[in-house]
């Protein structure tokens, strides 16, 4: 049974920063992508940030560019995002999750992944 559990998240004024960890268990986690997404109130949600283990390639969606950084740890299966200069834009429930089998990965389309967690909360407040 596949297991993730987010963590991280909390109460930050602007410009202050965070890491968002998202602990996986019952896959091998070198094998898939991951992605983080998040949702904020009633907007759809969106991708933030995804990594392929193998290439180690990444990609960020244009508003978090050059403030989130995205990583991970195969050795604790965890994923993590580093998020600098925060805005009031970057509040939302953000999840994490993994890439369906033979689905791109670097779409940052949520219905191209599964296993999600029940997310974690961040709040900016100015």
């Known amino acids: 049974q596949v297991q993730v559990v987010e963590s991280g998240g909390g109460l930050v004024q602007a410009g202050g920063s965070l890491r968002l960890s998202c602990t996986v268990s019952g896959l091998i986690f070198e094998n898939y992508a991951m992605a983080w997404f998040r949702q904020a109130p009633g907007k759809e949600r969106e991708g933030v940030s995804c990594?392929?283990?193998?290439?180690?390639?990444?990609y960020y969606a244009d508003s978090v560019k050059g403030r989130f950084t995205i990583s991970g740890d195969n050795a604790k299966s965890t994923l993590y995002l580093q998020m600098n200069n925060l805005i009031l834009e970057d509040t939302a429930m953000y999840y994490c999750?993994?890439?369906?089998?033979?689905?791109?990965?670097?779409?940052?389309?949520?219905?191209?992944?599964?296993?999600w967690g029940q997310g974690t909360q961040v709040t900016v407040s100015s």
């Open positions: 990594i392929n283990w193998s290439s180690g390639t990444t």
């Open positions: 999750a993994t890439v369906r089998p033979g689905r791109r990965w670097d779409l940052l389309q949520s219905a191209d992944y599964n296993f």
